[in-house]
């Protein structure tokens, strides 16, 4: 494959600039695919950009408040208030992509070529208790898919590895994906109730 006349692995490779957050504890894995450029960051975390929507949906699905993690002042997301959610609930947060390629030099998926996936096993060793892994967003659940030998689920359903895991495919989010931030934490609520991260929907 060429990239503007050029071959695609004449094109810099980028290794992941987070650590996993493994808390030992997780029982939930989210996994997206690879962070955009440092100057779309707003903080050193997973999903640094203001305009993505995993941030506000979290604080939305657990609290009510889409702006529950945001610091309007500066501009920022509050990332200590964010590690500690993470570490009272047991989410855990790491991407697909270890090493990778930007083929247009921007954040689509759609020109994001994985070199190197996340070491999986090496990750959920460190997470005893994790069987629930979920993809936001339809490369990332086909790279995990690769990684666990299963066929990626649709949107919003789960299927299972040979060895147990529940692996869900969540709806991007990022703001190029179609769908109201409302809607995105349905789905997404949906899959933390069957978790056990969330009590229960009562019928009314």
Same mark, same amino acid.
């Given at each position: 494959?060429?990239?503007?006349? $050029?071959?695609?692995?004449?094109?810099?490779?980028?290794?992941?600039?987070?650590?996993?957050?493994?808390?030992?504890?997780?029982?939930?894995?989210?996994?997206?695919?690879?962070?955009?450029?440092?100057?779309?960051?707003?903080?050193?975390?997973?999903?640094? *950009?203001?305009? *993505?929507?995993?941030?506000?949906?979290?604080?939305?699905?657990?609290?009510? &408040?889409?702006?529950?993690?945001?610091?309007?002042?500066?501009?920022?997301?509050?990332?200590?208030?964010i590690?500690?959610?993470?570490?009272?609930k047991?989410?855990?947060?790491? &991407?697909?992509?270890?090493k990778?390629?930007?083929?247009?030099? *921007?954040?689509? &998926?759609?020109?994001?070529?994985?070199?190197?996936?996340?070491?999986?096993?090496?990750?959920?060793?460190?997470?005893?208790?994790?069987?629930?892994?979920?993809?936001?967003?339809?490369?990332?659940?086909?790279?995990?898919?690769?990684?666990?030998?299963?066929?990626?689920?649709?949107?919003?359903?789960?299927?299972?590895?040979?060895?147990?895991?529940?692996?869900?495919?969540?709806?991007?989010?990022?703001?190029?994906?179609?769908?109201?931030?409302?809607?995105?934490? $349905?789905?997404?609520?949906?899959?933390?109730?069957?978790?056990?991260?969330?009590?229960?929907?009562?019928?009314?």
């Amino acid at each position: 494959m060429k990239v503007d006349g $050029e071959p695609a692995d004449s094109v810099e490779l980028e290794s992941h600039p987070f650590e996993p957050f493994a808390p030992e504890s997780a029982k939930v894995l989210i996994m997206g695919t690879f962070p955009p450029q440092r100057k779309r960051w707003s903080m050193d975390f997973y999903y640094p *950009n203001r305009t *993505n929507d995993f941030w506000p949906m979290m604080g939305l699905i657990f609290f009510g &408040d889409r702006d529950w993690f945001y610091d309007r002042g500066a501009k920022q997301f509050r990332v200590e208030q964010i590690k500690e959610f993470l570490e009272e609930k047991g989410i855990a947060l790491s &991407d697909t992509g270890h090493k990778v390629r930007r083929l247009k030099g *921007n954040a689509s &998926d759609k020109f994001l070529e994985i070199v190197e996936p996340v070491p999986l096993r090496g990750l959920l060793a460190r997470m005893p208790r994790c069987r629930t892994l979920v993809t936001t967003g339809e490369k990332a659940a086909g790279v995990l898919a690769s990684l666990t030998g299963t066929e990626p689920p649709r949107m919003g359903e789960m299927t299972r590895s040979a060895d147990g895991l529940e692996i869900w495919r969540m709806p991007s989010t990022s703001r190029a994906f179609p769908l109201r931030l409302e809607k995105k934490a $349905e789905y997404y609520a949906r899959m933390f109730r069957h978790a056990g991260l969330l009590p229960p929907k009562i019928a009314l």
